[in-house]
Every structure is written in C-alpha cells, then in structure tokens.
C-alpha cells in the first residue's frame, strides 16, 4: 500500500498517540517498554521527525503486536472499532498475532513478534496478546490436536490450573502436559517450556 510521506508522519503520530492512550501508558512507560528514547518520542508525537526510521517502528510494531505496515499505513482506532463491535468478547483490543507452523515454532521462538508477523499470516486475537503467537498444528499432539488446528500461545509462560503447557523434548518433540511446576520441565530430560495454551481453535 503506497501512501504520502505526510500521511505516513500523521499515521505513526496518531497510532503512537492511541497506543499511549488505550493501553492506559504514559510517554514515559511507552518509551522504557518499547525501547524508544523519551527524546525521539517527544520529537514524533510533536511533528518534529518527518520520516522515523524503521528501528523506531519496529519497536512500536513489536510493544503493539502488529507488522510495521499496519502502523504506518493504517489507523488503529479505527481498527479497533470495527473489531470491538463485531467482536463476542466485546471491548477487548485485538491484535494481530503471527500463526506459526509447528515445525518451525521451536525455532522462532525467540524471534521478536514483529519480525514473526512479517514472516508468518497473521490471525487476530482478542485480550491481553504480549509475548503471544500461534500454533498452526502439523503433526498429530498429544492426540488432542490434529493438522489444521491453531493453538494460542502465551510464549514463556507457565499455564494456570486450567490451562495446558506446551512443552519441548528432543524425545518427545512438542507436546503438551498439565504440569505448571517449572521443575517439572527440567525433570523431563531437558524439556522446555514453550507457553501456556490459551485458546485452541480446531478445525
């Protein structure tokens, strides 16, 4: 999508502004999380940078879930009105979140989202979607899990009482287990904890 290069100015200024905004951060908090200097951001928001480079971006892209395309291009608020009313989860912010195939997800997993969605189509989730991918299932897991099936992940994170753990074995490949005790994952010959299983959508 080709815009003007003052259009792309006004959308990066007002999503960076909605961002602060609706994830209820100040300039401060926004710049320690995404890494962005509090002088380079005081310079966008005010006008003051006519073409922020694309580290910048990147790192805005990363702190919101999406591809640098959407925060140049797109606005946002809009986005998220659209989505809210047709959304059954009501106001929760969706994202885009990048779907990953299973033979590849031990490989990315630590890949920054915003270079994961650059690579991988995206699905949109609804909720809180730090650190969070998804899982386009290969391979039979668990015989719980067939080909097709996506399975939302919460990346390095251990799961609830009610949640599964994707977990990691040269054994075992990925699979999944209902322990949440971190020592538990070292006990299985050199497991590792991949996430926490938060949604699954079967096909």
């Given at each position: 999508m080709k815009i003007s290069a003052s259009r792309r100015k006004d959308n990066i200024i007002n999503n960076i502004d909605y961002i602060i905004k609706s994830r209820g951060e100040t300039k401060v908090s926004f710049s320690h999380r995404t890494g962005v200097t509090?002088?380079?951001?005081?310079?966008?928001?005010?006008?003051?940078?006519?073409?922020?480079?694309?580290?910048?971006?990147t790192r805005i892209a990363d702190f919101f879930g999406v591809s640098c395309e959407v925060i140049e291009n797109y606005d946002l608020a809009h986005i998220?009105?659209?989505?809210?009313?047709?959304?059954?989860?009501?106001?929760?912010?969706?994202?885009?979140?990048?779907?990953?195939?299973?033979?590849?997800?031990?490989?990315?997993?630590?890949?920054?989202?915003?270079?994961?969605?650059?690579?991988?189509?995206?699905?949109?989730?609804f909720g809180d979607t730090s650190n969070t991918v998804a899982l386009q299932v290969?391979?039979?897991?668990?015989?719980?899990f067939f080909p097709e099936d996506i399975l939302i992940i919460k990346r390095n994170a251990l799961p609830s009482k009610k949640q599964l753990a994707l977990v990691y074995s040269p054994q075992k490949e990925i699979f999944l287990t209902s322990h949440g005790d971190p020592a538990t994952f070292d006990?299985?010959?050199?497991?590792?904890?991949?996430?926490?299983?938060?949604?699954e959508r079967i096909r």
């Open positions: 509090r002088a380079t951001l005081y310079k966008i928001l005010e006008g003051k940078v006519n073409n922020v480079q694309r580290s910048t971006i998220e009105t659209v989505e809210r009313t047709l959304s059954p989860d009501g106001d929760k912010n969706p994202a885009a979140i990048p779907v990953i195939p299973q033979s590849a997800f031990l490989a990315s997993s630590e890949s920054r989202i915003g270079q994961l969605v650059t690579q991988y189509p995206v699905t949109w989730y290969e391979n039979n897991i668990n015989n719980m006990a299985e010959q050199d497991s590792i904890l991949l996430g926490a299983v938060i949604e």
